[in-house]
């Protein structure tokens, strides 16, 4: 089964207007000078950024996407962010569940099954996180964490094309800890394997699941390589152009 991968930046809560609008251009310059990479790219920069990284990327073909949405259309949620909203600035996606929104925010797996299906119903790609914690992986319970929380936090109506997966062991976002390739192989093909009891087999083979945790230019090649990795999202690395167009290389 061939999918395409993905490759996403979350720049998290990182930059200014001026730093976005350069590191969009360069992401835009860089794709725009290799227009056939057999990848697609999103970055996802903080909400009152996407406007001006919208303009920034206009035409370049690296697709635009926000960290988080709220489940309903509208209404008395301040502070947050509707997905038809979100579509409406330029978004095609958006990242849910994301750990640090679980650990920040208590976000449950309910919550984010209803984000997804608010993200679903605006037209919206979900990228649902999911991983489990140190201690959980210590305590030998990885893969049942990983397949509690995806059955959980998918929606009815997930499919290849409104969904990708995103494992991201929360021991390796932003420690310089990355997940060996076995370690990874190990949990995406439990995750499709779930998702071949949750979706059906067909869905489940195009389904795209990304690994997150301190992917590097220096730890993508192997990480991209494996059968059931189809991308990276990627936190720091994503934050300068050469390094995240590094990584995209490897697709
Ligand atoms: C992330 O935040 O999704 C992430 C994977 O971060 P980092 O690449 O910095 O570990």
């Known amino acids: 089964m061939s999918r395409r991968p993905l490759i ?43 406007g001006a990284v919208a303009a920034a990327l206009a035409g370049s073909g690296v697709a635009l996407g926000a960290q988080d949405c709220h489940a309903k259309v509208s209404g008395a949620h301040t502070g947050d962010t509707s997905p038809a909203l979100l579509k409406d600035v330029g978004c ?82 932003g420690t310089g800890r990355v997940a060996t390739p076995e370690q990874a192989q190990e949990v995406h093909a439990a995750i499709r394997a779930e998702l071949v009891k949750l979706i059906g087999e067909s869905e489940a083979g195009k389904m795209r699941i990304l690994y997150g945790g301190s992917m590097k230019p220096e730890n993508a090649a192997q990480l991209i390589a494996l059968p059931d990795v189809d991308g990276g999202l990627i936190g720091g690395a994503a934050l300068k152009v050469e390094d995240f167009w590094a990584i995209a290389r490897n697709c």
């Not at 990182?14 to 227009?35: C, F, M, T, W, Y």
């Not at 994301?98 to 679903?120: C, F, L």
């Open 92 to 173: 095609s996606a958006v990242i849910l569940g994301h750990s640090e929104r679980r650990t920040d925010h208590a976000e449950t797996d309910a919550q984010v099954k209803a984000k997804a299906a608010a993200a679903h119903a605006a037209g919206l790609l979900a990228i649902v996180c999911i991983g489990e914690t140190l201690a959980q992986r210590d305590a030998g319970q990885t893969i049942d964490i990983n397949k509690s929380q995806l059955k959980g936090s998918l929606p009815e109506g997930a499919n290849a094309d409104n969904t990708v997966i995103a494992y991201e062991p929360v021991w390796a976002i």
């Open 8 to 50: 996403a930046g979350n720049w998290k809560m990182n930059g200014l207007l001026a730093d976005a609008i350069a590191l969009a251009e360069g992401v835009a310059a860089k794709r725009k000078s290799q227009p056939d990479l057999a990848c697609d790219m999103l970055v996802c920069p903080p909400f009152p950024l996407l």
